[in-house]
């Protein structure tokens, strides 16, 4: 037998209507969806462009009214110096170097041994903070003891470790250690301990073992944790290099700061301070470029746009 046929109806005017009037509008909803998206990336290019020129013209204003007070004798020029004998200072140094040597050697001086001190403590803090944070017999064992080394005044120990170590890169490098293990420590611990029970449950009935559980759940989980932390913690690394330098070194800013505090060269002294907020502002900017990289998958919170 032949196949039966079923005649479709035509469809109506109405109906031809219709689906046009649908399609339209969901056209209409997607073209308004997208002018919308434009609309929020044009307004939030807009609020970075205001901030920054806002930024900018602040440091302007400071600086000059800084050089305004000093060469009208509101504030000491000797002691206060100004920021075009500061300017002439850091060009100096970058074109005819420093009594130490040549300026950019002093720089890298100083991020080597705040790098290096930077990394252990890192490496350091982030092992025993998620080894406390998982084993809690072994937290309970030496917390105390944390809690007592971390109540430390840190900077104290530089000249202990100029003792032990000598005037070498050594000391700068533990000064650096000391005080970055702990914050460090302190938010791979907490984020050890604030790891989603559900998901290590899950883990578990999956056949996790607690080293499968530890590097593929706990670790993951407290990461943001951790690079929270990094983000203070090379300031506090360039600041123990600095404070070692200071009290004896062969090399660095900090013994550039030393010898221009010693001759009352009050431009050399800023000068090092604005050279090493350079160095932080661009580690930072580093760390926030690796951060935004590896977070790519997290939402934007409202308001956190910079």
């Given at each position: 037998m032949p196949p039966e046929t079923v005649a479709v109806p035509p469809a109506t005017g109405a109906g031809k209507g219709k689906g046009r009037a649908v399609r339209t509008g969901a056209a209409?909803?997607?073209?308004?969806?997208?002018?919308?998206?434009?609309?929020?990336?044009?307004?939030?290019?807009?609020?970075?462009?205001?901030?920054?020129?806002?930024?900018?013209?602040?440091?302007?204003?400071?600086?000059?009214?800084?050089?305004?007070?000093?060469?009208?004798?509101?504030?000491?020029?000797?002691?206060?110096?100004?920021?075009?004998?500061?300017?002439?200072?850091?060009?100096?140094?970058?074109?005819?170097?420093?009594?130490?040597?040549?300026?950019?050697?002093?720089?890298?001086?100083?991020?080597?041994?705040?790098?290096?001190?930077?990394?252990?403590?890192?490496i350091g803090g982030v092992v025993l903070g998620i080894a406390l944070g998982r084993i809690r017999f072994l937290a309970e064992v030496l917390g105390p003891y944390i809690k007592v080394l971390n109540a430390l005044p840190r900077i104290v120990l530089a000249p202990i470790f100029l003792i032990w170590f000598g005037l070498g890169p050594a000391s700068k490098i533990a000064s650096a250690v000391v005080l970055v293990f702990f914050p460090v420590f302190f938010n791979a611990f907490q984020g050890a301990r604030e790891v989603d029970r559900n998901l290590v449950s899950n883990a578990r009935i999956l056949g996790a073992s607690n080293r499968q559980v530890t590097?593929?759940?706990?670790?993951?989980?407290?990461?943001?944790?951790?690079?929270?932390?990094?983000?203070?913690?090379?300031?506090?690394?360039?600041?123990?290099a600095i404070v070692g330098e200071y009290i004896g070194a062969?090399?660095?800013?900090?013994?550039?700061?030393?010898?221009?505090?010693?001759?009352f060269n009050a431009a050399g002294v800023y000068a090092a301070m604005v050279i090493l907020a350079v160095v932080a502002l661009l580690a930072e900017g580093l760390l926030s470029f690796l951060e935004k990289r590896l977070f790519r998958w997290k939402p934007v919170e409202a308001g956190a746009e910079r």
């Open positions: 209409a909803d997607g073209g308004g969806g997208g002018e919308r998206t434009q609309a929020r990336a044009r307004a939030a290019r807009n609020h970075r462009i205001v901030v920054q020129g806002a930024r900018v013209l602040l440091l302007v204003a400071l600086i000059g009214l800084w050089e305004w007070m000093a060469r009208s004798a509101v504030i000491d020029p000797f002691n206060f110096s100004m920021p075009s004998k500061i300017w002439d200072q850091m060009r100096q140094w970058a074109l005819h170097g420093t009594p130490q040597g040549s300026l950019w050697e002093q720089i890298w001086y100083t991020l080597y041994e705040a790098l290096l001190g930077w990394i252990i403590g890192v590097l593929q759940v706990v670790i993951p989980s407290a990461t943001s944790w951790i690079f929270t932390s990094l983000h203070v913690s090379f300031g506090f690394a360039l600041i123990g062969t090399k660095g800013l900090g013994l550039l700061v030393s010898a221009s505090q010693g001759t």
